[in-house]
Each structure stands twice: as structure tokens, then as C-alpha cells.
């Protein structure tokens, strides 16, 4: 798998949105959020599915006028903690975000993915990574069912986008200012 195509597949996502300046598309989610996740221990492992679920809180400051923001997650449950932060930028020439994580467990940053909110304000973002050393795509959906509650899912397909394996799911809920 070659970066090109993480590439096309983020060409096929973005290509039925019409053109939108987008560089504030995440202004809704600035602040402090109660932050429940549930993480697939095993993924693109072909055993059944053992989840891990985590408690905490994300922060989400602006940056730069708000065209790059940060997250600091804190979570933790009966497996542990997970604590990190994304960096997302604002690229106006291509009109796409990049999400960039980094995880305080080991201070290395994943390969980041690329893309953008549609008209109805679904993000949506692809790249491509390794697991374990094998090459996969990362596709990161953002959904917000309520003004107060946001939806983050990420899959992972290990067969070039024919199938996608979720991974991680995290429900946030705004804290009240």
C-alpha cells in the first residue's frame, strides 16, 4: 500500500461535498467534554473482539485563530490510562484537516489523517499507517447527534478499504461552562 492510496481515498470522500472553506469547522467542539471510550484490543486480529472501555475528559483549546486546535485526552478505566493529545491543522489550499495523535505512553505521533466536514457536519478523515508492521488505512468518522454530544469512531481495514474494522468509539458529553 502506498500513500497514494490514502490519498485517492480521501479524493473520494471529500469529492461529493461541495467546496467549503472548512477552516472552522471544529470551532463547536472547543472546551471540556466528559469523555467515554471503548477500545478494541485485539484489532485486524481475526479473534473475537475484546474491548476496553475508559473514563475521563478531553480539552480542546484553539490554536491560531482557531485553523489548528489541540485535544488533551485523559481517560482511564479497569486497563489503564490512555493520555494524549491531537494536533489538528487547517490546510486552506486543500481545504482538509490533518488529525494527529500522539500518545503519552510511548511520545511518538501516528500518521496523520486527512479530510473534512460535509454540508450536514459529518468529518470525515483517511490516511494510511502500519499495525504490527503491516500496512493498513485508518478512516476516523466525527458525528454529532446532539449540540452537546459528539461521536468519534475509528476503523481500520487491513484489505485496502474493502472492509473496515472499528476500533475505537468515544461519546462526549460538553461540560456545562
Same mark, same amino acid.
Given at each position: 500500500?502506498?500513500?497514494?492510496?490514502?490519498?485517492?481515498?480521501?479524493?473520494?470522500?471529500?469529492?461529493?461535498?461541495?467546496?467549503?472553506?472548512? /477552516?472552522?469547522?471544529?470551532?463547536?467542539?472547543?472546551?471540556?467534554?466528559?469523555? %467515554?471510550?471503548?477500545?478494541? /484490543?485485539?484489532?485486524?486480529?481475526?479473534? !473475537?473482539?475484546?474491548?476496553?472501555?475508559?473514563?475521563?475528559?478531553?480539552?480542546? @483549546?484553539?490554536?491560531?485563530? !482557531? =485553523?489548528? %486546535?489541540?485535544? *488533551?485526552?485523559?481517560?482511564?478505566?479497569?486497563?489503564?490510562?490512555?493520555?494524549? +493529545?491531537?494536533?489538528?491543522?487547517?490546510?486552506? =489550499?486543500? =481545504? /482538509?484537516?490533518?488529525?494527529?495523535?500522539?500518545?503519552?505512553?510511548?511520545?511518538?505521533?501516528?500518521? $496523520?489523517?486527512? +479530510?473534512?466536514?460535509?454540508?450536514? +457536519? *459529518?468529518? =470525515?478523515?483517511?490516511?494510511?499507517?502500519?499495525? &504490527?508492521? @503491516?500496512?493498513?488505512?485508518?478512516?476516523?468518522?466525527?458525528?454529532?447527534?446532539? @449540540?452537546?454530544?459528539?461521536?468519534? *469512531?475509528?476503523?481500520?481495514? !487491513?484489505?485496502?478499504?474493502?472492509?473496515? &474494522?472499528?476500533?475505537?468509539?468515544?461519546?462526549?458529553?460538553?461540560?456545562? $461552562?
Amino acid at each position: 500500500m502506498t500513500f497514494s492510496l490514502a490519498t485517492a481515498l480521501v479524493a473520494l470522500a471529500l469529492a461529493a461535498a461541495p467546496v467549503r472553506d472548512g /477552516q472552522h469547522d471544529f470551532d463547536w467542539e472547543i472546551g471540556t467534554w466528559t469523555t %467515554n471510550v471503548r477500545v478494541l /484490543q485485539n484489532p485486524v486480529s481475526g479473534e !473475537a473482539p475484546k474491548w476496553a472501555e475508559y473514563r475521563g475528559t478531553s480539552v480542546i @483549546k484553539p490554536l491560531m485563530d !482557531a =485553523r489548528a %486546535n489541540f485535544v *488533551e485526552l485523559s481517560v482511564e478505566g479497569p486497563a489503564g490510562k490512555i493520555e494524549g +493529545g491531537s494536533l489538528r491543522l487547517f490546510n486552506p =489550499r486543500a =481545504r /482538509q484537516w490533518s488529525l494527529n495523535f500522539a500518545s503519552l505512553r510511548n511520545g511518538l505521533l501516528t500518521a $496523520p489523517v486527512f +479530510g473534512g466536514f460535509d454540508a450536514n +457536519g *459529518e468529518g =470525515r478523515f483517511v490516511g494510511a499507517d502500519t499495525l &504490527e508492521g @503491516k500496512a493498513i488505512l485508518v478512516r476516523f468518522v466525527i458525528t454529532r447527534p446532539t @449540540k452537546t454530544t459528539a461521536r468519534f *469512531e475509528q476503523a481500520y481495514s !487491513a484489505d485496502g478499504g474493502a472492509t473496515w &474494522e472499528t476500533n475505537w468509539i468515544a461519546t462526549d458529553d460538553r461540560v456545562a $461552562p
